[in-house]
């Protein structure tokens, strides 16, 4: 499974981005995804999950309400909509999968197995 991040750019306060994660060797349906960033001199950490069955997401607590992940089957993509963007989410953002059956509640303690290479957003005033 290969994994293509697009969408990143600079972006003012307040301002709203979409990020765009595209599988090939694989169907969207058959993979759980899950969206991760890493800000300079930081650890990565993940940011949001929708399972492999799409039946449930999971968000880490500070993109809760402005941050929303969601599937296109027919695009084989899936999308991290954010809006309301503040200078900490400026990071590196990744898309990775996973294609066991969990619930997205799972992978922040769990693995996923296959990466992309990270697209840039930065955020600033």
């Known amino acids: 499974v290969q994994l293509i991040e697009s969408g990143g750019q600079s972006v003012s306060v307040g301002g709203s981005l979409t990020l765009s994660c595209a599988a090939s060797g694989d169907s969207i349906t058959e993979l759980a995804v899950g969206w991760y960033r890493q800000a300079p001199g930081k650890e990565r950490e993940i940011v949001a999950v929708i399972s492999r069955s799409a039946k449930s997401t999971w968000y880490r607590d500070s993109v809760k309400g402005r941050f929303t992940v969601s599937r296109d089957s027919a695009q084989n993509t899936v999308s991290l909509q954010m809006n309301s963007l503040k200078p900490e989410d400026t990071a590196v953002y990744y898309c990775?999968?996973?294609?066991?059956?969990?619930?997205?509640?799972?992978?922040?303690?769990?693995?996923?197995?296959?990466w992309g290479k990270g697209t840039l957003v930065t955020v600033s005033s």
């Open positions: 990775a999968a996973d294609e066991r059956y969990y619930s997205a509640d799972y992978y922040p303690d769990g693995a996923m197995y296959y």
